[in-house]
């Protein structure tokens, strides 16, 4: 468990859960995170080791209501101080009181992680499909073995050819291509509005920043950390990216990172966009997924800080035929559309429990009701 949360596995534990860990410096600073189990705190967070008697999982949910910004210690970042909170006065329910609220908080985020699980899984079965598609060929091969292709249905079986051609990659299915993927997506490109003309912020126009994929984690983007108006597009480089575009960052850090738009929105300049020409939006998103890890790593292991345009064109990736595409995207097009409306979902939980939650703890709503 680090600053942002957690951010891998360890063999070992530090601390036992449950737990909390706070971000003491950087970006993450002051950001609480709890731990069900027993976890290795990383030395950028500040954890709990004692709960005095509390219910573990209130004071998760108090402690995020603190404004820990008040307290930063640091001056080239920010830097959180524990001798700098102790003495900070707080005052909180009995126990008994404690349990209920943090039942109420928490059964909201239970649903939620429940979602994220069933959407990981739910995409993980798409990519599995693309993989014994696009990659390994099954349907092909079985062809070849004589054999029904596993799981198709006759008319799609048939869509698949049973021999195999020399190309660039390897041998590729007969009739397919090897090519750019510019020649089945279009490359949009985003920009800035002014910072300086509040006119242009704080619109209804979500506007996807490299941060705001890089920090998604799921296969949609489906809210921004920032909004802009239409004026701030109509008077700036950005422009309207189609729902179910792919985007992808471009630059920085976390150069290739890539999600799908759950709506349409503007982005910056730092991301590009793949919009599908044949109506097929998810096989062009795990086929992204797929070159762009290849694409990153680079042909000898150096790792790439930014794609440009030409990286687009000079992409050699395996072009099906179109009714395949079409084929692919039938069938995985159900799993994609639960991913979405459960992130929407789960989008809807979290602004409840974010409203009940100061409400909660004041008092103000009653945790019988």
């Avoid at 598609?133 to 799609?156: C, H, I, N, S, Y």
Wanted: with cysteine; hydrophobic share 40%; charged share 20%.
């Amino acid at each position: 468990m680090g600053s942002a949360g957690q951010n891998g596995f360890h063999d070992t534990a530090l601390a036992k859960g449950p737990g909390i860990v706070i971000g003491r410096s950087g970006a993450s600073f002051g950001q609480v995170h709890y731990s069900s189990t027993d976890y290795w705190p990383h030395n950028t967070a500040l954890y709990v080791t004692d709960f005095k008697g509390n219910d573990p999982r209130f004071a998760f949910y108090f402690l995020k209501l603190i404004d820990f910004s008040r307290y930063n210690s640091g001056s080239a970042q920010p830097s959180l101080n524990r001798n700098f909170i102790y003495p900070i006065p707080v005052r909180i329910p009995p126990l008994a009181e404690q349990k209920r609220i943090a039942h109420i908080l928490g059964t909201l985020d239970d649903k939620i992680e429940l979602n994220r699980r069933m959407n990981a899984t739910l995409e993980a079965m798409a990519r599995a499909l693309f993989q014994s598609w696009f990659v390994d060929f099954d349907p092909v091969r079985a062809k070849m073995d004589g054999r029904r292709p596993a799981g198709l249905d006759k008319d799609t079986a048939a869509l698949f050819p049973s021999t195999f051609k020399d190309s660039s990659l390897g041998p590729i299915p007969q009739g397919w291509e090897v090519g750019s993927i510019l020649r089945q997506a279009d490359l949009l490109s985003g920009g800035t509005p002014r910072t300086d003309v509040p006119a242009y912020w704080g619109g209804d126009v979500p506007w996807a920043s490299a941060k705001d994929v890089s920090q998604c984690g799921e296969a949609f983007l489906v809210t921004t950390e920032r909004m802009i108006t239409r004026l701030g597009v109509d008077e700036s480089s950005t422009k309207i990216i189609p729902t179910l575009s792919t985007v992808v960052v471009a630059r920085g850090a976390t150069t290739g990172r890539l999600t799908l738009l759950a709506n349409s929105m503007a982005m910056n300049q730092t991301c590009y966009a793949l919009s599908s020409q044949l109506g097929t939006p998810f096989v062009l998103y795990c086929n992204a997924r797929h070159f762009i890890e290849r694409l990153v790593q680079g042909g000898h292991g150096s790792i790439f800080d930014t794609i440009t345009t030409s990286t687009f064109e000079a992409t050699n990736v395996l072009l099906a035929p179109k009714e395949i595409l079409l084929a692919f995207d039938e069938q995985v097009a159900p799993l994609f559309h639960q991913i979405r409306a459960s992130l929407y979902q789960s989008r809807t939980l979290a602004n409840l429990r974010d409203m009940l939650l100061p409400k909660l703890l004041s008092g103000e709503v009653s945790n019988r009701s």
